[in-house]
């Protein structure tokens, strides 16, 4: 039975660079699986790049990706669980750690664009940890590249190998609908944002598909079809669950086109819960005993309860309400009567929850990011990475009154993933660093509205912070003497290096050969 369960758990995110189409994507997933019964139900939680980042307006939006941060549905015999990212770049983090729950990844492509910013770093995530990628491209219905020049780039850029499964013919208003490389039928486009569409199936080795398409198309795709398969090896699923091959498709998510296809494909290959690795040993998902570990804290919006909500993913056994387990950090025993799974928008209590799941549990501040729950093992889930951040500013006490309130506050905000802090070593002050603009906003904000804390920033220029270690003890100790001004700690204690300037960096690596210099926290 516990096996069964987790077999039929299909856990993943959809990515993508924004406006590439994942709202629109996710929406006609959640219309397959039954969850809404129309289009536009599903709200977009990007946060719009025109607004002057106004902060209430990110709150009001947030509040909209709080509640659909998982979604989740039955879809045949598997039990689908979406986890929602945000689509605004300055929350890239908490879309990284996000995939760290995620068994695979659909990567949304626009057509037109191709590959974009976003797309690779996203790729690369997966790629730290052979995640394995479906890529879909999306807005076929609009003039797209060459499909060919698609492949080429998609594998240049993202640095993997591609393998269609479907293929268009043609794009824009031209667009004709897509071929079916593994199912081997035709599916002609007939563009409807409402309902799911009827398959209409043509043999393409018959007179019925130049009637439908027109004879030089018709040509065409045989041709078209005849290289891909002379040119791509046959579509090979070990490959794609180790993460070295990406299958694409092709369609328009708007117009719910080719997204079926997408989806069946998807929850035949792609992987049930995986084994994950923790620091002491590997944790197999159908091992009996529960264990789990936080990826994602979210504030209520609420200001009048300061509750969060930590995101657990389950790896292994079966959790269940109100069991006692065993919380590792803080070596002690917790009892949660109300965890939540989420149904598109809305939050139910749970009983349990297996392998694979994701379970949201009220927090007051028990919980950091990279937490582990087990049934008593001391066991120790490997922590998230934390990327070099790209902005910084110096924060400051703007109320003396408050000066316990904002030190909590701080605490409390970094233990969530918000930003992350440093000290300077020389100066003694604190330096927050971020890869964007908006977290800023966002901790000023919730230090005054949840902390009653008020804070100030103020510049300071650097061009990177990066971590940094030696087996030559002489030398680090050199380093830190020479880079005194630069030099300070992390949250952990560990050695952080402030380059200035990128020119600074690149001699620092060259004077001192022995240091590495890391850019992700975890090395
Ligand atoms: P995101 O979550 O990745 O940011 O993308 P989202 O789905 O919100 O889509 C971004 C824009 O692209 C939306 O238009 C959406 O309607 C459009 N779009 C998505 N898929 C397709 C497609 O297959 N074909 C075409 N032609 N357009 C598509 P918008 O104008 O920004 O928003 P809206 O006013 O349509 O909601």
């Not at 590249?145 to 850029?157: G, I, N, S, T, W």
């Not at 269609?164 to 043609?170: Q, R």
């Not at 209590?349 to 937490?371: M, Q, S």
């Not at 270690?469 to 002489?474: H, I």
Request: hydrophobic share 35%; with cysteine; charged share 30%.
């Amino acid at each position: 039975m516990a096996n069964q369960e987790i077999e039929r758990r299909r856990t993943f995110a959809i990515v993508a660079h924004p406006d590439a189409g994942k709202t629109s994507l996710t929406e006609k997933f959640l219309l397959f699986g039954g969850q809404i019964q129309v289009a536009g139900a599903v709200k977009s939680n990007k946060i719009k790049k025109t607004a002057t980042s106004d902060w209430m307006d990110i709150e009001k939006q947030r509040g909209i990706s709080v509640t659909t941060s998982v979604m989740e549905f039955d879809y045949k015999d598997y039990k689908v669980n979406i986890l929602d990212t945000p689509g605004h770049q300055d929350f890239a983090e908490d879309t990284y750690r996000t995939l760290t729950a995620v068994d695979s990844v659909i990567i949304v492509v626009d057509g037109a664009k191709g590959v974009e910013t976003q797309t690779r770093k996203l790729m690369e995530v997966c790629r730290m940890r052979n995640t394995p990628v479906i890529i879909f491209v999306n807005k076929m219905d609009r003039e797209a590249k060459d499909p060919f020049d698609l492949m080429d780039e998609l594998e240049e850029e993202l640095v993997i190998q591609v393998r269609p499964l479907t293929w268009p013919i043609e794009s824009g208003p031209r667009f004709k609908g897509v071929y079916n490389l593994y199912e081997h039928n035709l599916n002609l486009f007939q563009p409807s944002k409402q309902v799911v569409t009827e398959k209409v199936e043509v043999d393409i080795h018959t007179e019925e598909l130049d009637n439908r398409i027109g004879r030089d198309l018709a040509d065409r795709l045989r041709g078209e079809l005849e290289l891909i398969e002379g040119v791509y090896p046959d579509f090979d699923v070990d490959g794609y669950l180790k993460g070295e091959v990406a299958p694409v498709f092709f369609g328009s998510a708007l117009n719910n086109f080719g997204v079926e296809e997408l989806l069946n494909t998807f929850v035949e290959i792609a992987p049930s819960p995986r084994p994950v690795k923790a620091e002491e040993r590997t944790v197999m998902p159908d091992e009996p005993k529960f264990t789990g570990f936080i990826f994602k804290i979210t504030a209520n919006i609420d200001p009048n309860h300061r509750s969060c909500i930590a995101f657990c993913k389950v790896c292994s056994g079966k959790f269940s309400r109100n069991v006692p387990y065993y919380h590792v950090r803080h070596d002690k025993t917790l009892r949660f009567s109300s965890p939540t799974q989420f149904m598109a928008q809305r939050k139910t209590t749970v009983d349990e929850a297996w392998a694979g799941d994701i379970i949201g549990l009220p927090d007051n501040g028990t919980f950091k990011i990279g937490d582990t729950l087990t049934e008593g093992e001391h066991l120790h889930f490997r922590g998230l990475p934390s990327f070099s951040p790209e902005m910084f500013k110096y924060i400051e006490n703007a109320d003396p009154m408050k000066q316990k309130q904002l030190a909590k506050g701080i605490d409390q905000l970094m233990d969530e993933g918000v930003a992350q802090l440093f000290v300077n070593q020389f100066n003694g002050r604190k330096i927050i660093g971020t890869v964007g603009q908006l977290q800023f906003e966002v901790i000023q904000y919730r230090l005054e509205h949840e902390y009653n804390a008020r804070c100030r920033w103020e510049p300071v220029s650097l061009y990177k912070a990066c971590w940094i270690e030696s087996d030559d003890p002489a030398e680090l100790d050199a380093f830190k003497k020479r880079k005194y001004q630069y030099m300070a700690k992390d949250r952990e204690g560990r050695d952080v290096f402030l380059a200035d300037s990128g020119y600074v960096l690149q001699m620092a690596q060259m004077d001192f050969k022995h240091i590495k210099f890391h850019f992700t926290s975890e090395f």
